[in-house]
């Protein structure tokens, strides 16, 4: 996993961090070295320094001193460079029979597991290293994995090798499988990994402006025939808009019916191998620029069905179908790309919200938050994400 390539630092060498040369502070395990912001700090460098080789948890939090806001965070997430091993951590390891499941930090799932019986729950909050995908935040999802160290400590899949066949070949158990899949990594800096290995490796990449050139132009003639046959325009938009509105509901019932279908998946390595095609190389490397929206021929594949069904409910009017169909079309274009940016674009403030909350379902909770474009039907049905802790501003 990605924050697997960043070193667990001594305690020791953390708090002798202290000067001007090299100073370094922690925010629980992280370790943050701040140096090069000791002159842009607002405050003053002597303010840091004073914290030096310290935890600021409680400091950036302290609304009588000066609670920080999340933008300051978000710099401060640039600047990790460790974690720091504290004595109930290293105690733990040291009586752990299996101690690589705690060290190097963040632990996986079953280290956090040992160190919560073990009584060092207050190490690992629940907005730093979160056990079900080991990782603390969303800039952990753009850390590169290393590939060789990865596949020693976790026996699942070499990234330097055609994954599809290492999955269908790997016997995996269904609950070591989705354990693993669900455990983000980035290769060689964004980079896409290998799938196919063979001549089918290109079908597997889809730049994200190919969404639009490939089905705007069927989207806006089907509209045009709608047209011909409607008797006004307001029918026509109203239509349109019912199919995009549908589009939404459906948008979140992929998501979590069939794409999260996790829990009732079959165990064995089809069932494992189609999630994996379908969804689970997406939260294994989920920062894959080329594999972000749907290749053309699996959408086709996808959207025949909803086609036909859009005429079989609107059954007394093709071109009311038709409508209805191109209105749904659009709402997935709209889905594609609003994904492709929330993975890798600067946003404004609304979609920044939407970014970070999608961002919680990778890197935090993949069991929730199955809304792309919108959380109004993860609030309906209470699949929303909780909000992470609220930081105060300046």
Known sequence: MPGR??????????????????????????????????????????????????DV??????????????????????????????????KTAVQSEQPENILPLPPNRDGVRELQENGATSEFPDDQV???????????????????????????????????????HGGFSKDFYLEQVHRPRHYKSGASAPLFGNFLEPL??????????????????????????LPSVLQLVLYWLTGLGLWTLIEYGLHRGLFHVDKYLPDNRVGITTHFLLHGIHHYLPMDKLRLVMPPA??????????????????????????????GIFGYICYDLT?????????????????????????????????????????VFGTELAPPRPHKVD
Not at 353 to 359: E, I, N, R
Request: charged share 20%.
């Open 5 to 54: 390539t960043l070193p667990t630092i001594a305690s020791i060498d953390v708090a002798s961090r202290k000067t001007a040369a090299s100073c370094y502070v922690t925010v629980g395990t992280n370790v943050y070295d701040v140096t090069n912001f000791l002159d842009d700090h607002p405050g003053g460098g002597e303010l840091i320094l004073g914290y030096g080789g310290k």
């Open 57 to 90: 948890a409680d400091i950036m939090d302290n609304q009588i001193s000066h609670a920080h806001s999340d933008s300051a965070k978000e710099m401060l997430d640039e600047m990790l460079v460790g974690f720091v091993a504290t004595e109930p951590i290293l």
């Open 130 to 168: 979160c056990a079900a995908t080991g990782m603390s935040s969303a800039a952990d999802l753009s850390k590169e994995t290393d590939a060789v160290a990865d596949y020693r400590a976790h026996k699942f899949l070499d990234l330097d090798k055609p994954l599809l066949m290492q999955v269908w």
């Open 204 to 229: 597997s990449k889809t730049a994200w402006y190919v969404i639009p050139m490939v089905w705007l132009p069927p989207v806006a003639y089907g509209t045009y025939l709608a047209y011909q046959g």
């Open 298 to 327: 699996l959408f086709v594949a996808l959207a025949t069905p909803f086609y036909k069904l859009a005429h079989t409910v609107f059954y007394w009017d093709w071109y009311v179908a038709t409508a209805v169909f191109c209105g």
């Open 339 to 379: 994904h492709y940016f929330l993975h890798h674009k600067t946003l404004p403030s609304f979609y920044n919200d939407l970014k970070k909350y999608h961002m919680q379902h990778h890197y935090k909770d993949f069991e929730n938050g199955f809304g792309v474009t919108s959380r109004f039907w993860d609030r």
